[in-house]
């Protein structure tokens, strides 16, 4: 079971922005910590990343499986 959470560190201490339910009371948990700027710059790249290698498909575009695995067998 996992859970992403966001916190702020106040005096050493992690304090959540959301509580957390029952059902995680009394467990031990193994914490990775990040600042949130990371991941804003890990999701621009990707976005980066989608806008410069996608293009657009013609409305009546249809893979064939087939004739893909046609070629595969030829090579």
């Not at 996992?2 to 193994?30: H, M, P, R």
């Not at 989608?50 to 046609?70: A, G, I």
């Amino acid at each position: 079971m996992y859970k992403i959470l966001q916190a702020t560190c106040n005096n050493g201490n992690l304090v959540f922005d959301e509580k957390l339910s029952n059902e995680w009371e009394g467990k031990s948990f193994q914490v990775i910590v990040f600042e949130t700027d990371e991941i804003e710059v890990n999701k621009k790249r990707f976005f980066d990343f989608v806008d410069r290698y996608s293009f657009t498909l013609p409305d009546d575009y249809q893979f064939n499986r087939e004739e893909r695995s046609q070629l595969a067998q030829q090579e």
